[in-house]
Structures are given as C-alpha cells and as structure tokens.
C-alpha cells in the first residue's frame, strides 16, 4: 500500500497484548470466539498472540490461522531466531500471515533491561527482520519504547530494517509517555528523515497511562503520516490499556472531514465484539465509556431529551444502531427447538467443536428458558461461555446451592461443588449471602487468596436478566479473572469464585514482554 493511500489499517492486538491485562488470560476456544468476531467486525491484522511465550499461546494462534481467512493472521516474536521459528510455525496455516518482530530501542530500555549496546540491537533488529522472510513476506518492526528513543538511532535502525524486508515499521508509546502534538511531530520527522520511509506503511501503538492513547494515535495519523493503528477492544491491555479500537475507528468515521481516511470495519459489529471481549475477560465496559458504554447514546438532560426528538443530529454526532445497539434481539424461547437454536448460533458466529458441544449447549438454553421467557443473543453468548469455561479450563465446577438470608440473622450459605469430578459439600456464614457462598468455599479450598474485585452486570435488560459476575482474585503474585453468568445472582457468584479458583490452580502463564 503507498503512503498517499487514504485507507487506514486496524491492527487488533486484544489477544495479545489486550491479555496481558491482569485476570484477562483466555483460553484457546475463546480466543478463537473473539477471533471470528475480529473477523466480522473487519479488522485487517489480528495479533492472535505470543507464539514463543507458552505452548497454550502457540495453540491457540495455530487454531485461529486454521479458521481465519479473511483478515491477516499475526504473532508477535522477540529479535531472536527462536521465537521467529516459532511464529512462523504457529501462522503457517493462515491465508494470510505476518510476523511482529521486536526490540527496545531507546536508551534506559537498553541499558537497563537488554543490557546492549546500540550496536548490538542494531544487528539484532535487522538479522530478525530477514530471518522472518523464511516465513512470510508480511514483516512488521516494532522499536520498543520507540517514542522515548533517540531520533537519530532510530533514522538508522529503521532505514535498515525497511532494507531488510520490513513492510510496516511500529513505532510505540509503550509506557503511554506521549501527547498527541509531540507524537505526532516525532513521526512526521522520523518519515521525512529515513530515506527509504515510502517502502513502508507506519505504524502507532499507544498506550494509555495519561488517558491519550486515542489522541495520540490520531496524531500519529493525521500529523505523522501512520497509516496502521494498532489497538483492542474497548481499550482492554495492561496498567490502564491500549488505544481503544471502537473509539479510533469511528473518530476516522465521523470526521471523515478532518481525516480524510476509511477502514475496512463493519461498525455494526463493534458492540457484539465489546461486549463479547468483556463477557470473557470480566473486565466491564464502564457505563459512560465512549461508543460502546451502556450511557453512550443516553440523554438525561430535558433539553437534550427535546432536542435529539425534534433532531437527532441536535445531541447525537452517530447513531446508536451504526455501531451496533440493536444487535440484542429476542431470538429464542423456552418452546425453540434444537434447529432454531443450532442456527441462531450459527448466525452469532460461536465456533462449535462437536455436536455434544451444542448439545450440551442447548440443555443449558432449555433450562435458562424455564427461568426466564426472553432469551437474547447475549444470553446464548454467555451459555457458551459457560460451556466452554467448565470443559476445558474449571477444575472446580458448581454443582447447587442453598442460601438463607432473615432479616437480623447472619446469611448462611451451603455449596455443592466438584474437585476434578470429585463432589464436595461445604458450608459458610457471612456478612451477606454472597460473603456466606464465598466463606463456604474458602472453608473447604482454603485458597487464601485475596479478593480484589467483585462486579455483577445485568447481561441483558429486565428484572429477569442473567447476572454477569466478575471475581478477581490475587496469590502469590497471580491476578486472575473469575466469570460466572445465571438468572440466580447468588449462584452467578458462587461459578465465578470456583471459576477463579480454577485458574489459579493451573500453571501461570508467561508474560512474553518480560520473558528471558
């Protein structure tokens, strides 16, 4: 693509770097599930992971090459062979396939954590960036902390990586350092300053620990030149996340004007993507976050109230089916059938392994059905989860409960549960009935873990609503996310605290930015 192109480049990293928010590990049938929805929602490049970081990594970037077919497949690597050999192994299969080679570039990074000199990183950088040709020819180069690196280092490390055969050169905000003035003059100088800029599409990754990861990006576009952003799902990333996709995305739509740029993103598939990302993770989407927020099209005001009826453009600068607010339809009930239900899930676009998967699926749906009389598509996005979550990851799974709760009495709690299969019974006391179901637990498991987060969300509308609960909790170093989902909040929460003891019994998973 030549740089006087109009046509901006979406770069999803939520699987990857989007992960490496505390408690947001997924496994590898949800990064497939969130992976398809990347696929919908059009985004050109989708960074499946860290291909050297784990076997589960690894895995899971090889599955999504196998099923992706329309956006380009991408694993990040370290400027060593090894974890090249590895990417380009777990992308093989993809149609389309890039490898993301890395190093940090400015001097504290170097000194102090490579423990290299510019010379070294140097010969690193640009033996990586050949060492990916074996593998594809879509090589993308990112200098770590790029934004607090020297100009100069970079004018050489990235005429010779172009040299070399990259095709897009990243240059990040990694610790989120930038404002957008500043950013976006650094790119428009390095591009003037490289002589063989034009060979390559520039790239901005920001982060956002001064709230500006969006504002920089744009900068970066609009000021530098870049014509890649690289961004996630509702922002979702380490410290306080990445470059929000929705909000970039429809910033270039509304203001078309200003930019001059399109994508290629469905925008009607932005919330069933956000609220998709935030069913797996737990992490919510605070109500009046930017686009996908419960509050986004929202008018309180009386005078805001009477002018978006008289005119919608009077308060409302997109509308609220545009990015996708009407995707949660009633679709089933409790007298659907097996075919109503295995096309409906067909149609939101859930990977299904086996025809027990959908079985076992559908007697959840049946039982749902018998509790509430509306099933929406974020209810049957939530059976999957739970499908999902209690097949392949949970050694613990809830079994029943039996809670009471009187007025000037302690609630008590009783909780029936499985250990790998094995039942357990075990009973609490608290200072409320979830305190009581989480007490009741911990007597038995004797975890000692630390509960940082407890947040429970309607997953549709209405008193009958499924709660969505989110458990976090934190040993010996580990942070984890517990999800659990069901008409009974009480129940919700008792599955999202065995949820989250289940991942804390499985081997930690490798941070890949801090790996050796």
Same mark, same amino acid.
């Given at each position: $693509?030549?740089?006087?192109?109009?046509?901006? @480049?979406?770069?999803?990293?939520?699987?990857?770097?989007?992960?490496?928010?505390?408690?947001?590990? $997924?496994? /590898?049938?949800?990064?497939?599930?969130?992976?398809?929805?990347?696929?919908?929602?059009?985004?050109?490049?989708?960074?499946?992971?860290?291909?050297?970081?784990?076997? &589960? =990594?690894?895995?899971? @970037?090889?599955?999504?090459?196998?099923?992706?077919? =329309?956006?380009? #497949?991408?694993?990040?690597?370290?400027?060593?062979?090894?974890?090249?050999?590895?990417?380009?192994?777990?992308?093989? +299969?993809?149609?389309?396939?890039?490898?993301?080679?890395?190093?940090?570039?400015?001097?504290?990074?170097?000194?102090?954590?490579?423990?290299?000199?510019?010379?070294?990183?140097?010969?690193?950088?640009?033996?990586? #960036?050949?060492?990916?040709?074996?593998?594809?020819?879509?090589?993308?180069?990112?200098?770590?902390?790029?934004?607090?690196?020297?100009?100069?280092?970079?004018?050489?490390?990235?005429?010779?990586?172009?040299?070399?055969?990259?095709?897009?050169?990243?240059?990040?905000?990694?610790?989120?350092?930038?404002?957008?003035?500043? %950013?976006?003059?650094?790119? /428009?100088? +390095?591009?003037? /300053?490289?002589?063989?800029?034009?060979?390559?599409?520039?790239?901005?990754?920001?982060?956002?620990?001064?709230?500006?990861?969006?504002?920089?990006? +744009?900068?970066?576009?609009?000021?530098?030149?870049?014509?890649?952003?690289?961004?996630?799902?509702?922002?979702?990333?380490?410290?306080?996340?990445?470059?929000?996709?929705?909000?970039?995305?429809? *910033?270039?739509?509304?203001?078309? =004007?200003?930019?001059?740029?399109?994508?290629?993103?469905?925008?009607?598939?932005?919330?069933?993507?956000?609220?998709?990302?935030?069913?797996?993770?737990?992490?919510?989407?605070?109500?009046?976050? *930017?686009?996908?927020?419960?509050?986004?099209?929202?008018?309180?005001?009386?005078?805001?109230?009477?002018?978006?009826?008289?005119?919608?453009?009077?308060?409302? @600068? $997109?509308?609220?089916?545009?990015?996708?607010?009407?995707?949660?339809?009633?679709?089933?009930?409790?007298?659907?059938?097996?075919?109503?239900?295995?096309?409906?899930?067909?149609?939101?676009? @859930?990977?299904?392994?086996?025809?027990?998967?959908?079985?076992?699926?559908?007697?959840?749906?049946?039982?749902?059905?018998?509790?509430?009389?509306?099933?929406?598509?974020?209810?049957?996005?939530?059976?999957?989860?739970?499908?999902?979550?209690?097949?392949?990851?949970?050694?613990?799974?809830?079994?029943?409960? +039996?809670?009471?709760?009187?007025?000037?009495?302690?609630?008590?709690?009783?909780?029936?549960?499985?250990?790998?299969?094995?039942?357990?019974?075990?009973?609490?006391? &608290?200072?409320?009935?979830?305190?009581?179901?989480?007490?009741?637990?911990?007597?038995?498991? /004797?975890?000692?873990?630390?509960?940082?987060?407890?947040? #429970?969300?309607?997953?549709?509308?209405?008193?009958?609503?499924?709660?969505?609960?989110?458990?976090?909790?934190?040993?010996?170093?580990?942070?984890?996310?517990?999800?659990?989902? =069901?008409?009974?909040?009480?129940?919700?929460?008792?599955?999202? %605290?065995?949820?989250?003891?289940?991942?804390?019994?499985?081997?930690?998973?490798?941070?890949?930015?801090?790996?050796?």
């Amino acid at each position: $693509m030549s740089m006087d192109s109009n046509r901006l @480049i979406i770069f999803d990293t939520t699987l990857r770097d989007g992960e490496q928010s505390p408690g947001a590990a $997924m496994t /590898k049938e949800e990064k497939l599930r969130i992976a398809l929805q990347l696929e919908r929602l059009g985004v050109d490049v989708m960074e499946a992971g860290f291909a050297a970081s784990s076997q &589960g =990594d690894f895995e899971a @970037i090889e599955q999504i090459a196998r099923h992706v077919k =329309d956006s380009t #497949v991408c694993s990040l690597a370290r400027a060593s062979l090894k974890d090249i050999e590895k990417a380009g192994e777990a992308i093989k +299969l993809a149609p389309r396939r890039r490898i993301h080679t890395f190093i940090a570039t400015s001097p504290l990074h170097m000194q102090a954590k490579l423990r290299m000199t510019p010379d070294e990183v140097f010969e690193r950088a640009v033996a990586a #960036v050949k060492a990916c040709a074996k593998y594809t020819d879509d090589i993308e180069f990112s200098a770590e902390d790029g934004y607090r690196s020297e100009p100069k280092f970079l004018y050489r490390i990235c005429e010779a990586v172009i040299a070399a055969g990259a095709t897009t050169v990243n240059i990040p905000d990694t610790v989120g350092y930038a404002v957008p003035e500043l %950013y976006g003059a650094f790119l /428009k100088d +390095l591009r003037e /300053k490289v002589p063989n800029s034009d060979k390559a599409i520039w790239s901005v990754h920001c982060h956002n620990d001064l709230g500006m990861a969006v504002a920089n990006s +744009l900068a970066g576009v609009h000021t530098g030149g870049a014509r890649q952003i690289e961004c996630t799902i509702n922002g979702l990333g380490e410290r306080a996340g990445n470059c929000s996709l929705e909000e970039v995305v429809m *910033a270039i739509k509304t203001r078309r =004007d200003f930019f001059n740029l399109k994508t290629n993103i469905n925008a009607t598939q932005i919330v069933p993507a956000s609220k998709l990302v935030s069913s797996i993770t737990g992490f919510p989407v605070q109500p009046n976050k *930017a686009v996908v927020g419960a509050n986004a099209f929202a008018h309180a005001s009386g005078i805001h109230q009477d002018g978006v009826l008289k005119s919608r453009e009077t308060y409302e @600068i $997109m509308r609220a089916e545009d990015v996708g607010w009407t995707h949660n339809k009633i679709v089933l009930g409790k007298l659907s059938g097996r075919n109503a239900f295995r096309q409906r899930v067909k149609e939101l676009g @859930i990977p299904v392994a086996s025809e027990t998967e959908l079985n076992d699926a559908f007697f959840r749906f049946k039982d749902l059905a018998d509790k509430k009389s509306e099933i929406f598509d974020e209810d049957i996005q939530a059976l999957f989860k739970t499908s999902n979550t209690a097949e392949h990851t949970d050694r613990y799974r809830f079994v029943s409960l +039996l809670q009471t709760s009187e007025t000037g009495e302690q609630p008590k709690a009783t909780v029936v549960w499985t250990d790998n299969g094995i039942e357990k019974k075990s009973e609490g006391v &608290g200072n409320g009935p979830v305190d009581a179901t989480f007490r009741a637990i911990e007597n038995e498991v /004797k975890s000692g873990a630390e509960l940082q987060l407890y947040s #429970v969300n309607a997953i549709t509308g209405g008193t009958e609503s499924q709660g969505d609960v989110t458990v976090r909790l934190a040993l010996a170093g580990r942070i984890v996310n517990g999800v659990g989902a =069901d008409p009974d909040i009480i129940a919700a929460s008792a599955k999202a %605290y065995l949820n989250a003891l289940s991942k804390l019994s499985t081997d930690a998973p490798c941070n890949p930015q801090h790996a050796v």
